[in-house]
C-alpha cells in the first residue's frame, strides 16, 4: 500500500484497547465520579466562563445525574460548574480506581514498539524542529508539562538521535506533579524535575523553545492561567504544541456525555471539565496572546467508535456510516481530518513574533 493511499486506511479502535477494557475503565469513572461528586460537591465552586470569562451561562443536561454543566452565552463554549475544588481533583487522580486501570493501559500500550497517537506526536514536534525556525540555533530546549516518567520524551529523543545524528543539540526537560512518576523516569538523560507549573515559572521563565502538553487543559480548573502561566517560560517566538479533545468532533456528536461511550467525552467530570472545540480554541489562544499557527483534528477513531457503539447510537446518519464498508469508513475518517472534525485537535501557538 502506498504513503497515500495508507492515509485511507480504516484504523480500528481495537488497536487502542479491547472493548471489554473500555467497558470496564467507563463504568469505573462513572462510579469514581459519583463517589467524588457525593463526597466533595459542598466543596465546588462557580466560576466564570474558562474560554472567554464570562459570567453569563446557562445550564444544559446534568453529567449522570451529578455534576453541573453550563454552556457560555457569550462565546457557546461548555464546562463543568460549579466545579470541583483542588481537594476534590486531588482525591480523584490519586484516589480512584479509574486511574489506576488507565494507567496499566496506557503503560501496557507504551510497551509496544508502535503506537500510532505518540508516534504521530512524535513527527509533529519532528516537523516543527527542522522547520526554519531553528535552523541556526545552538542548543533547543524542549520542556513537556504533565510528563509522567517521561516516556513521549525518551521516544521523542531517540527518533531524533536515530534521523538526523548530531545535527540538532537539544536539551529535553519535563515536570509533572507526580512525585512517583517523575521517580521512576524512564530514562536517566531525561530532565525531569517534580513542580508545578507555577513553581517551574518562577524559576525557569524565558528559556525555553518549544512546550509540549498532551490531554492535560482540559483537566484545568483554570486553563487560562496554565497558558499564561506556561507563556513566561518561553522564549519570544517559542511555541507551544498540544492535544485536547475536540466538542465539535464527530464521535463526540454522535455520543453524548450521557451515553456509553468508549473513551472519554470532552465534557466527563472529575476529568474533563472544559470542552474545548475547533471553534473556542481560537478565542481562547487569543485571549492568552498567542499567534495561532495551526489547529489540525488528526484524529483516526472516530468512525471505528461510532461503529463499535452503533447500537447505543440515535441518529440515523451515524447509525448508517457504522454500517458501512471498511474501505469507504476509511475515506469517510480521512476526510473528517482534514475538515478538522475529528474528535482530537493538536494546536500550535506562537508567543509574541519579533517586531
Known amino acids: ?27 469505573q469513572r462513572i462510579k469514581d465520579a459519583k463517589h467524588i461528586f457525593q ?32 454552556a457560555c452565552n457569550r462565546c457557546s463554549g461548555c464546562f463543568v ?24 493501559l496506557v503503560r501496557k500500550r507504551k510497551s509496544k514498539s508502535s503506537d500510532f497517537i505518540v508516534d504521530d506526536r512524535v513527527v509533529k514536534v519532528i516537523d516543527y524542529i527542522v522547520s526554519k525556525k531553528h535552523k541556526n540555533q545552538e542548543k533547543i530546549r524542549i520542556l513537556e508539562v504533565g510528563c509522567g516518567s517521561g ?34 523516569k524512564v530514562d536517566n538523560n531525561l530532565n525531569l524535575v517534580h513542580s508545578s507549573i507555577e513553581d517551574f515559572t518562577q524559576r525557569y521563565g524565558g528559556l525555553f523553545d518549544i512546550i ?25 517566538n517559542g511555541v507551544m504544541i498540544f492535544t485536547t479533545p475536540n466538542h465539535n468532533g464527530a464521535e463526540i456528536v454522535a455520543s453524548d456525555y450521557n451515553s ?6 470532552s465534557i466527563f467530570p472529575p476529568m474533563h471539565l472544559n470542552a474545548f472545540s475547533i471553534i473556542n480554541i481560537l478565542h481562547f489562544a487569543i485571549r492568552c496572546e498567542f499567534n495561532v ?27 448508517t456510516l457504522a454500517c458501512l464498508n471498511d474501505e469507504t469508513k476509511g475515506i469517510i475518517q480521512y476526510l473528517l481530518s482534514k475538515l478538522k472534525v475529528s474528535s482530537h485537535m493538536l494546536c500550535v501557538l506562537e508567543s509574541s513574533r519579533e517586531d
Open 151 to 184: 516516556s513521549f520524551l525518551s521516544k521523542l529523543k531517540k527518533s531524533i538521535e536515530s534521523s538526523f545524528k548530531n545535527k540538532y543539540c537539544i536539551e529535553y526537560c519535563g515536570i509533572d506533579i507526580d512525585k512517583n512518576a517523575i521517580d521512576s
Open 39 to 70: 463526597k466533595h460537591r459542598d466543596s465546588f465552586f462557580i466560576r466564570n466562563c474558562p474560554f472567554c470569562d464570562s459570567p453569563d451561562f446557562r445550564n444544559l443536561e446534568k453529567f449522570h445525574d451529578t455534576y453541573d454543566v453550563s
Open 260 to 265: 456509553y461511550r468508549l473513551l472519554a467525552h
Open 293 to 319: 499557527v495551526d489547529i489540525s483534528t488528526p484524529g483516526k477513531l472516530d468512525v471505528s467508535m461510532i461503529t463499535e457503539t452503533k447500537e447505543y447510537l440515535r441518529d440515523i446518519g451515524f447509525k
Open 81 to 104: 460548574n460549579p466545579v470541583p475544588s483542588l481537594e476534590a481533583l486531588n482525591d480523584y487522580y490519586n484516589n480512584s480506581k479509574c486511574n489506576i486501570l488507565q494507567h496499566n
Open 212 to 236: 509540549l502538553h498532551f490531554e492535560l487543559i482540559e483537566h484545568l480548573i483554570d486553563p487560562f492561567r496554565f497558558m499564561r502561566d506556561s507563556k513566561k517560560l518561553l522564549r519570544k
Open 1 to 27: 500500500m502506498s504513503t497515500e493511499q495508507n492515509k485511507l486506511k480504516y484504523v480500528q479502535f481495537l488497536q487502542n484497547r479491547s472493548k471489554e477494557e473500555a467497558k470496564t475503565i467507563y463504568y
